[in-house]
């Protein structure tokens, strides 16, 4: 199967990308940092739901944070670009996951709910990426 996504929905082209940085030293890191492992600049982004990932490990939370749904599945997935190993952490679409299966990042508008916490909705981003098996 192949790593990279050769498919785009026409929403896709309308959602945030999944943003990493690579550095000049060939490393890509997610989230991006204003500087990588030898201390320069990013010189591209690369969007990383272009790309199928592998699950390393997951678990599932009961205990959530207010507006975070129950049972919350997560897993830290791993994708490979270019030669280089990049790991992200995130909720999955749901809890029918093994160690080694394929994912591939999906859009979600509201990860949590922002009327549930202590934040004003409007202080910060409530979208992201979750996590969805490929059959």
């Known amino acids: 199967m192949s790593e990279h996504q050769d498919t785009h929905d026409a929403e896709s082209d309308e959602q945030p990308p999944m943003e990493a940085a690579r550095y000049p030293d060939g490393s890509i890191l997610y989230p991006a ?9 990013p010189v591209e982004m690369v ?5 199928h990932a592998t699950v390393v ?8 944070p207010p507006g975070v749904r129950e049972p919350n599945h997560l897993a830290i997935v791993e994708f490979h670009v270019d030669g280089e190993s990049v790991r992200a952490i995130g909720q999955l679409t749901d809890g029918d996951v093994e160690i080694g299966d ?5 859009y979600a508008p509201e990860l949590r709910d922002p009327d549930a916490g202590i934040r004003e909705p409007e202080s910060q981003s ?7 098996p490929v059959e």
Not at 33 to 41: A, I, N, S
Not at 47 to 51: K, M, P, T
Not at 126 to 132: N, S
């Open 47 to 51: 969007d990383l739901s272009d790309y």
């Open 126 to 132: 409530w979208d992201g990426y979750r996590f969805r």
């Open 102 to 106: 394929t994912v591939e990042p999906v």
């Open 57 to 64: 490990t997951w678990t599932t939370s009961t205990a959530t």
């Open 33 to 41: 940092h204003p500087l990588g492992p030898d201390g320069q600049e």
